[in-house]
């Protein structure tokens, strides 16, 4: 599909670029559909595109000896796959997992080093993501280790419906278990509670978040020190 140069570009990362930098980049790229349960990429692979997804969500999944992996991050339309490439590494360091479908601009790794040559802007705002995103997987970690379970899955759920756009998540308490790195009968346990406190509500593998600002103040501060790190390097 050619990019229509009119359209909202509906990325937070493309639309922080100015206007002729914004639009050269658009005219080398394409508008491509991203399937849930679709792996972009596997630990290791070839990085041959770019994403800049506008209505799709995917999750990064770190793993380890054979085990279904522990989801380090989450992208949306506020940031980029395979911004790895603006650091000339050209494998994958995480499992790249589509949680949304959704549509994404592909741009082809070639293609992106001649942006990247071609504006100092894009280069400057991709480290700046980078920056983002390091801070938030070091958050990740503190997060496992001192944060309750009703915290975490709080937070996970603010930010699968910043991606996602909608208050209505498929999201199953087997892919919350994984997105927290905990047993199913603890993601029960927090979600009764976050049901109980009329927070959300969930039904055949759909969370409805009833109640967003109640459920920010259940969520632990990693989820407004995420936001403060974007709003201050980015938007």
Same mark, same amino acid.
């Given at each position: 599909?050619?990019?229509?140069?009119?359209?909202?570009?509906?990325?937070?990362?493309?639309?922080?670029?100015?206007?002729?930098?914004?639009?050269?980049?658009?005219?080398?790229?394409?508008?491509?559909?991203?399937?849930?349960?679709?792996?972009?990429?596997?630990?290791?692979?070839?990085?041959?595109?770019?994403?800049?997804?506008? &209505?799709?969500?995917?999750?990064?999944?770190?793993?380890?000896?054979?085990?279904?992996?522990?989801?380090?991050?989450?992208?949306?339309?506020?940031?980029?796959?395979?911004?790895?490439?603006?650091?000339?590494?050209?494998?994958?360091?995480? *499992?790249?997992?589509?949680?949304? &479908?959704?549509?994404?601009?592909?741009?082809?790794?070639?293609?992106?080093?001649?942006?990247?040559?071609?504006?100092?802007?894009?280069?400057?705002?991709?480290?700046?993501?980078?920056?983002?995103?390091?801070?938030?997987?070091?958050?990740?970690?503190?997060?496992?280790?001192?944060?309750?379970?009703?915290?975490?899955?709080?937070?996970?759920?603010?930010?699968?419906?910043?991606?996602?756009?909608?208050?209505?998540?498929?999201?199953?308490?087997?892919?919350?278990?994984?997105?927290?790195?905990? *047993?199913?009968?603890?993601? &029960?346990?927090?979600?009764?509670?976050?049901?109980?406190?009329?927070?959300?509500?969930?039904?055949?593998?759909?969370? &409805?978040?009833?109640?967003?600002?109640?459920?920010?103040?259940?969520?632990?501060?990693?989820?407004?020190?995420? *936001? *403060?790190?974007?709003?201050?390097?980015?938007?």
């Amino acid at each position: 599909m050619t990019p229509d140069p009119t359209a909202p570009v509906l990325n937070r990362l493309l639309e922080a670029l100015p206007p002729d930098d914004r639009a050269r980049l658009l005219e080398r790229c394409e508008s491509v559909s991203l399937v849930a349960g679709q792996v972009l990429y596997e630990p290791g692979d070839a990085i041959r595109h770019i994403h800049f997804p506008t &209505t799709a969500f995917v999750s990064l999944v770190s793993t380890a000896d054979g085990h279904d992996g522990l989801q380090t991050g989450m992208v949306g339309n506020e940031g980029a796959l395979g911004y790895e490439l603006s650091l000339d590494v050209r494998n994958a360091p995480l *499992r790249t997992l589509v949680q949304g &479908t959704g549509l994404a601009w592909r741009l082809t790794a070639e293609s992106f080093e001649l942006e990247l040559l071609q504006s100092s802007t894009l280069k400057r705002v991709l480290n700046r993501y980078v920056c983002v995103l390091l801070m938030e997987f070091g958050r990740s970690g503190l997060c496992n280790q001192f944060h309750q379970i009703e915290e975490r899955l709080a937070r996970w759920l603010l930010t699968t419906q910043d991606c996602a756009h909608s208050p209505h998540l498929a999201l199953t308490h087997e892919v919350l278990g994984r997105m927290l790195g905990v *047993r199913r009968v603890g993601i &029960t346990h927090a979600a009764t509670a976050l049901h109980t406190r009329g927070l959300i509500d969930y039904r055949r593998g759909v969370i &409805t978040i009833t109640d967003r600002p109640g459920l920010e103040n259940a969520a632990c501060d990693c989820y407004r020190a995420n *936001r *403060r790190s974007y709003a201050d390097l980015i938007a």
